[in-house]
């Protein structure tokens, strides 16, 4: 046995034990990318660094043996920015979206693409319960919103962005139309209590999602009717029952809406003793309004940008109160957040920002790249709709034209995880040029995307270790190398008995499967 100390504890270990395997028998977490318990390892990522106490040198503990009077550093602050760097580096040469364009654009941040895929397989239940996750409101904001989403619809540079409003109001009207509508899944009841003043798109989304994660929403709306400025839309655009059964679906979460409330300053005082928190949602200030002793500019309540936490602590500003918008959707997607940094407040006594993940980005796809894009979708024009939207075969044909621009791993996916924990910024090492996306796409069983290879080698391991025909092994030298199955084989070739098991194994996205149902 041999003795160390790593991060000032004493570690004992057998002889020829690894740095990596000895801080974890001690329950210190090193990141690591390349190993995979079981094969035969090799270093290559570059994550699992650690520092040398005594001389100051970093090394990969993955791979090195601990030896008799080691000291250890495993999270200093050199430690994690050189862990960070090696991450860097990994993504400057890294061509993936985790996110599809239109998805970053959308003011909601709603998965379309995966609505898309699941509108394409005729499941409208399963592509609505995608689309509540992010926009309360879909068959209102099927018919009035602009679709900020379109314009950055990656389709636009082939032929026409897809015509994802309409697919979003198609699920959204088929679901209000249903003898059994959607029910959100509530959490158990925390006692907290929330008031939220104004039924317009941002307080009734703020009310719905927080109704979900279990706080009681209690709307005072100084109107007669839920809905705000959602009510004086042309009814030949916007029919006002359409406003009431999407306010009822809400209602039918238990949030109460009290009618003809009007909260005046006194009031106001009053709410925030008797609720936990509250969220003023009342639209635009008018120019005599104190806005509740709030501090306000010209353009309305100050509030922070991501907590939407305004100068009195418990009390939050979302939609138009904050800064006139046309945007309805901008409103309901401010109402899904302070719904979630209230949640949170609840849970930590602390407010904090609405959390952002990491997102790897490659920018416009190169004509080249088309062909590659469209390998996912089907060469069709734009579907047109009458006033009464798609019909069932309208809505299916268009999901398919979608191009999935989104990543098939980005829930497990290693590399996006640690460059979330280490805030890793893409662009640090990043050249002007990149590699063209190549997908090699098949329907049935696995996808590959050399692009977003770390050639961390562990599938080049694992099809070995299971003696695979083919297998996949490193192609070429130096900066040039690429993984890939040799002689010039198919990739189903090179993954016969193996494909679910590295795409499982993978910590990119760069293998999947094609089936992605499990982020549903
Ligand atoms: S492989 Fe990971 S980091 Fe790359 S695009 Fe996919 S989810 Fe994002
Ligand atoms: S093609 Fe599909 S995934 Fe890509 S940007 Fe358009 S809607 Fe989004
Ligand atoms: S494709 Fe193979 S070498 Fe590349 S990241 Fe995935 S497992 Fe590692």
Redesign the pocket.
Known sequence: MIKLTIDNRSVEVPAGTSVWQAAKSVGIEIPTMCYLEGTEHFTSCMICLVKDAKNGRFFASCSTPAFEGQSIITSDEETIESRKAALELLLSEHVGDCE????LVCPAHMN??LM?RLIAKGDFAKALEVVKRDIALPSILGRICPAP?EA????KQVDE??S?CLLKRYVGDEDLKSENPYQPQLAEFSGKKVAIIGAGPAGLAAAYYLQIKGHQAVIFEKNSKAGGELLQIDQEILPSEVVEQEVAQIVATGVQIRLNETINDNRFAELQSEFDAVVVANGTIPEESSAFGLKVTKAGIIANKSSYQTSIPKVFAVGNTLRASKLAVRSVGQGKEVATVIDNYFKTAEVSGYPERFNSKFGRLAEVEFIQYKKD?ETAPRQKADKSGFTREDAIREAK??????CRNPESCVLRELSDRYQAVQKRFQSDERWNVEKFIHREGIVYEPNKCIKCGICVRLTRQHQEEFGFTFIGRGFDVKVGVPFNESVQRGLEKTAELVAKACPTGALSMFNMEEQI
């Open positions: 599809a364009p239109c998805q379309i693409p898309n989403c950055g619809c990656r389709r962005a897809v994802i979708s034209r979608c191009m999935h621009c989104d």
